[in-house]
């Protein structure tokens, strides 16, 4: 499928303001900045499987499109929430669980690259990812 592949995280794009409006630190935030993150995914029809795999974690998830699952952020805030394709884009919407505010993300490919996009509490971010 279109997704899949390994893809390493080459820029960011106003991710240190979507971090503070989450409620990350500063420290945490500086760090988040230059994770190295890189995603493997694995599409077979519905289901995901996703390795992430940064400076400090690595974490696998599997999920189908329309099914709820729970997922907990490096900064350790747990979501519960679903993916489901819009198109060509993965559109994920999660409830924090500590306060019940909603985080989006979409991913796309934008010219090759995967452009994942956040929105939370009316500030955008993006992180984008060339095939490594």
Same mark, same amino acid.
């Given at each position: 499928?279109? %997704? $899949? !592949?390994? /893809?390493?995280?080459?820029?960011? @794009?106003?991710?240190?303001?979507?971090?503070?409006?989450?409620?990350? $630190? =500063?420290?945490?935030?500086? *760090?988040? #900045?230059?994770?190295?993150?890189?995603?493997?995914?694995?599409?077979?029809?519905?289901? %995901?499987?996703?390795? @992430?795999?940064?400076?400090?974690?690595?974490?696998?998830?599997?999920?189908? *499109?329309? &099914?709820?699952?729970?997922?907990?952020?490096?900064?350790?805030? @747990? *979501?519960?929430?679903? /993916?489901?394709? #819009?198109?060509?884009?993965?559109?994920?919407?999660?409830?924090?669980?500590? $306060?019940?505010?909603?985080?989006?993300?979409?991913?796309? *490919?934008? !010219? !090759? @690259?995967? =452009?994942?996009?956040? $929105?939370? &509490? !009316?500030?955008?971010?993006?992180?984008?990812?060339?095939?490594?």
């Amino acid at each position: 499928m279109a %997704f $899949n !592949g390994t /893809w390493k995280v080459d820029r960011n @794009e106003d991710y240190d303001k979507f971090m503070e409006k989450m409620g990350i $630190n =500063v420290v945490k935030r500086k *760090l988040a #900045e230059h994770d190295n993150l890189k995603l493997i995914i694995e599409q077979t029809g519905d289901k %995901f499987n996703i390795k @992430e795999s940064s400076t400090f974690r690595t974490k696998d998830i599997t999920f189908t *499109l329309g &099914e709820q699952f729970e997922y907990s952020m490096a900064d350790g805030t @747990e *979501l519960t929430g679903t /993916w489901v394709m #819009e198109g060509e884009t993965l559109k994920g919407t999660f409830s924090r669980k500590d $306060n019940s505010k909603i985080l989006t993300t979409t991913r796309s *490919l934008v !010219g !090759g @690259e995967l =452009v994942q996009c956040y $929105n939370y &509490e !009316g500030i955008d971010a993006k992180r984008i990812f060339k095939k490594a």
